[in-house]
């Protein structure tokens, strides 16, 4: 070999060294970049970890706040509102419609109730709510909800005049934080989920609605105004004469179930024919340092329309659970380039809605094909590989699984509260009253699109609560679905007001 062939010889392997330098160069720093996903997921994990031992402490965490919240005016972030129902629904007969104010979209129900725990017919509607409205001015957004309603009476009325539905009473449910004055009449507190309509704070919510109603030409009597939690508690009962609370689990969360008036200590001269009174918890105020609470949580609030408030609600419900997810692919795509070239989609917030992330996340085609299809029309990253799609659907397990298990340490919380978490009378090992045949059965209503049609997020759920009560007493605790329950229990309301006609609740 010559001296140019040596030279030649020489170059090329200096060259191939080159080359094979580069390329172990990238794939050592693009494990890197790996190894830095991985950790991150790992770190999301363990701050969103939610073994037994801390829900028992959410448990525990809850049931004291109940007690402080109905102990005194502001004594706890949860309100523990009256709602003036101490009576629930159970034989009411005739038809009555509802209006559902509350999340993302809006829903009008004309019931037939026949009495004896029967329905024998419902028409629901329901109608998206404009985003400008919610934050619009009160009188346009009523003036929205009584022309649906109009047009949905002459729909449903096969023509028949409006003067049909004259006088006719109409059950409100209103699913936001409300200081209630009667059963029938109540303030907005605050507004959650995005809302934020101002001169409707303070303001007396069934007044603007009946105001609406008028200048529709409508001639119907608001006879119940009622929270969501509270709807789905008067259907479920009026169901099953077991059901002793009620969650919701939407677009926002909160619960209601039913208290002895005398428990009631900041309303000391509440007067009850029942001697009880369902309490709208507005847990979705709940907090505790129990709660695992991670960076993208404190950011989510920093960011939000209402910081340092409803901060369970911002840990558990749909409006929120994409977006906690989009903001973890956020850092994930900065930290690492397995999501491809940045995406300024990913800054932008709620692009990811919470339906889609459930789609995700229940995704069982091995190739991860809804995965790949919902990262390049919802957020512009094409051409995934498949190991950064498996990381996306166990953002989407994290994320949910823990959602699921606080709203599981929340239902045993109200249970723990009211005595039927089988713990209260535990001594010397063996559960007192369960075992002289005293554990009653215990039903609870659940409502909410992430119960509803979230299928890992009712596994996990319905999965925590028998973790946490143990396999003695899980038995006796029931979850029971109520589609559509809050609208249907607001007609029920509506309808047994209307038969009683007086309250029969007054605070001295
Ligand atoms: C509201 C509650 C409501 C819940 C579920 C929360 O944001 O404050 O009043 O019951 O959402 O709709």
């Not at 059950?171 to 309509?197: D, E, N």
């Not at 498949?386 to 599981?408: E, F, G, H, N, Q």
């Amino acid at each position: 070999m010559g001296k140019l062939g040596l030279g030649i010889a020489a170059a090329c392997a200096v060259a191939s060294c080159a080359v094979a330098a580069v390329m172990v160069g990238r794939r050592v720093r693009s494990r890197r970049r790996w190894w830095k996903v991985v950790t991150a997921v790992q770190e999301l994990e363990a701050a969103a970890a939610t073994p037994v031992g801390r829900l028992r402490q959410v448990v525990d965490a809850m049931a004291v706040e109940m007690h402080a919240g109905l102990a005194s005016e502001g004594g706890s972030k949860l309100k523990m509102l009256l709602t003036f129902v101490d009576n629930l629904p159970d034989g009411e007969n005739g038809i009555y419609y509802a209006l559902h104010v509350g999340g993302t979209n809006f829903r009008i129900l004309k019931i037939q109730l026949g009495g004896q725990r029967s329905i024998l017919g419902r028409d629901v509607e329901r109608k998206p709510i404009p985003q400008s409205l919610m934050t619009s001015t009160s009188e346009e957004f009523f003036d929205f909800i009584a022309l649906a309603l109009k047009e949905f009476i002459e729909r449903m009325g096969n023509n028949l005049q409006l003067s049909q539905v004259r006088g006719k009473d109409l059950g409100f449910t209103f699913s936001f934080p409300v200081k209630q004055t009667s059963v029938s009449s109540g303030t907005l507190i605050k507004w959650t989920k995005g809302f934020a309509i101002e001169d409707m704070v303070e303001k007396d919510v069934v007044e603007c609605l009946q105001k609406a109603l008028s200048r529709r030409g409508l001639d119907m009597n608001v006879a119940a105004l009622v929270n969501d939690s509270v709807g789905t508690l008067a259907v479920g009962h009026f169901l099953d004469k077991d059901t002793v609370a009620a969650v919701v689990i939407g677009t926002g969360t909160n619960a209601c179930y039913l208290e002895r008036a005398d428990a009631v200590i900041k309303c000391q001269g509440l007067l009850s024919t029942s001697g009880g009174m369902v309490i709208n918890m507005e847990w979705g105020n709940f907090w505790s340092s129990h709660l695992p609470r991670t960076s993208y949580d404190t950011d989510l609030d920093v960011e939000s329309q209402n910081p340092n408030d409803q901060g369970f609600e911002k840990m558990i419900s749909g409006m929120y659970l994409g977006d906690i997810v989009r903001r973890v692919i956020h850092r994930l795509s900065i930290e690492s380039d397995i999501f491809g070239p940045l995406s300024y989609k990913l800054s932008t917030r709620f692009v990811l809605s919470t339906p889609l992330m459930a789609a995700m996340h229940e995704d069982d085609s091995p190739d991860l094909r809804e995965v790949a299809k919902i990262l390049e029309e919802t957020l512009d990253i094409r051409d995934v590989p498949l190991k950064a799609r498996k990381i996306m659907v166990k953002v989407c397990d994290v994320v949910t699984r823990r959602a699921a298990r606080l709203v599981a340490a929340g239902i045993v919380g109200i249970l723990k509260k009211i005595g039927r978490d089988g713990t209260g009378g535990i001594s010397s090992g063996r559960i007192k009253g369960y075992k002289s045949g005293k554990m009653r059965r215990t039903v609870v209503a659940v409502e909410g699109g992430l119960y509803t049609s979230y299928t890992v997020f009712r596994e996990y759920l319905n999965e925590a609560v028998a973790e946490i009560l143990g396999e003695e007493i899980a038995p006796y605790v029931i979850l029971k679905t109520m589609e559509d329950g809050s609208g249907i229990g607001a007609a029920m309301l509506a309808a047994s007001n209307s038969a009683r006609s007086v309250d029969t609740v007054q605070v001295l």
